[in-house]
C-alpha cells in the first residue's frame, strides 16, 4: 500500500505560479509511473503530467510549456510546477502512483489539493 499525501494547493491569480508536492511513503524508484490528475467542478478527472521511472514526461496539452513534472527518489516526492496559470486551471490535483507488482499494476491516490487561480 503507498500512501500519497498532496500539499502546496491554495488561491493564486491569473499569469501566477503554484508548486504541488506529492510525498509517497515509499520509495518512489519502485513506482512505474507517478502523475498529477486534476478534477474541475462538473468535469472528468484528466491526467495534467506523468512521470515514468524511465522514459520521457508526458504532458496534456492545455498545460505544455507551463506545468513541469519532477520526480526526487531522494526525498520520494514527486512535484508539479505550475506557471503562468489561467483560470481554467482552477481543480483539485490529485496525485497518482502506478506501480507494477508481477503482471498487476496498483494504482494509488492523493486526497487532493485545490488550486484556485482567480483575480
Known amino acids: 500500500q503507498v500512501q500519497l499525501v498532496e500539499s502546496g494547493g491554495g488561491l493564486v491569480q491569473p499569469g501566477g505560479s503554484l508548486r504541488l508536492s506529492c510525498a509517497a511513503s515509499e520509495n518512489i524508484f519502485l513506482i512505474s509511473v507517478m502523475g498529477w490528475y486534476r478534477q474541475a467542478p462538473g468535469k472528468q478527472r484528466e491526467l495534467v503530467a506523468a512521470a515514468p521511472r524511465w522514459g520521457s514526461r508526458n504532458y496534456a496539452d492545455s498545460v505544455k510549456g507551463r506545468f513541469t513534472i519532477s520526480r526526487d527518489t531522494a526525498k520520494n516526492t514527486v512535484d508539479l510546477q505550475m506557471n503562468s496559470l489561467k483560470p481554467e486551471d482552477t481543480a483539485v490535483y490529485y496525485c497518482?502512483?502506478?506501480?507494477?507488482?508481477?503482471?498487476?499494476?496498483?494504482?494509488?491516490w492523493g486526497q487532493g489539493t485545490q488550486v484556485t487561480v482567480s483575480s
Open positions: 497518482k502512483a502506478e506501480k507494477v507488482v508481477g503482471t498487476m499494476t496498483d494504482n494509488y
